[in-house]
Structures are given as C-alpha cells and as structure tokens.
Nanobody, 124 residues
Framework: QVQLVESGGGLVQAGGSLRLSCAAS????????MGWFRQPPGKEREFVAA????????IYADSVKGRFTISRDNAENTVYLQMNSLKPEDTADYYC?????????????????WGQGTQVTVSS
C-alpha cells in the first residue's frame, strides 16, 4: 500500500527557512511526478509545487515562485520542499501527493495518493 510521510514542519519566524521532506513507499517512486499542496487554516487545499519523474521539470504556484524549491531523490524515494523567505501567509498544513502521472500537474483531482501532512507556522 502506498504511504507518503511528511516531516520537517514547525514554527519559524518570518524571513526564515524550512525544508520539508516526504518519504514514499509502496509505489515505483522514480516513474511518478510528485507534488506539494497546502491548506491554510479555514481555507481550501491549494497547489504549491510539483516535479516530474526525473526532477528535470518543475511548476510552482505564483505565490511561492522564487522562494520555494521542489526537488527529489529517486534513490531515497524522497521529495523535498525547500522554503525560503517565509511569510506569515505561508502558514498551513503541507501535504505531499502523488499523481499517476510522470509529468507535473497542478490539478488536485489528478493526485491519487496523499500524506498526512505536516504543519508549518510562520510568525510575524
């Protein structure tokens, strides 16, 4: 069975950095794209970033472009989200997800597998 386990969340001051990790098991990780989503308090889940199977292609939400970087290590079955210059509006539960696609997608409906999430709080 597919498992996605996020880690690395926490409390950070505005302007700081965090690195989220997502360890995958139960799927052939190296052939699938991966994505990160977030759900701010009281709001709907939204797309953050996605990466293709090889790591050569990435897409980002406009709100994080230039501050966040998604990457992956296929040897370790892990996807990362490096978050720099964090803002209070980045406060959310962050989820990694896997679509049954090799190419990155921002469409939430195309993601079949989800982790449990990790909380990120950015204080002002």
């Amino acid at each position: 069975q597919v498992q996605l386990v996020e880690s690395g969340g926490g409390l950070v001051q505005a302007g700081g950095s965090l690195r989220l990790s997502c360890a995958a098991s139960g799927l052939t990780f190296r052939i699938y794209a991966m994505g990160w989503f977030r759900q701010p308090p009281g709001k709907e889940r939204e797309f953050v970033a996605a990466i293709n199977w090889s790591g050569s292609s990435t897409i980002y939400a406009d709100s994080v472009k230039g501050r966040f970087t998604i990457s992956r290590d296929n040897a370790e079955n892990t996807v990362y989200l490096q978050m720099n210059s964090l803002k209070p509006e980045d406060t959310a539960d962050y989820y990694c997800a896997a679509p049954r696609l090799a190419t990155p997608t921002l469409t939430i409906q195309e993601y079949d597998y989800w982790g449990q999430g990790t909380q990120v709080t950015v204080s002002s």
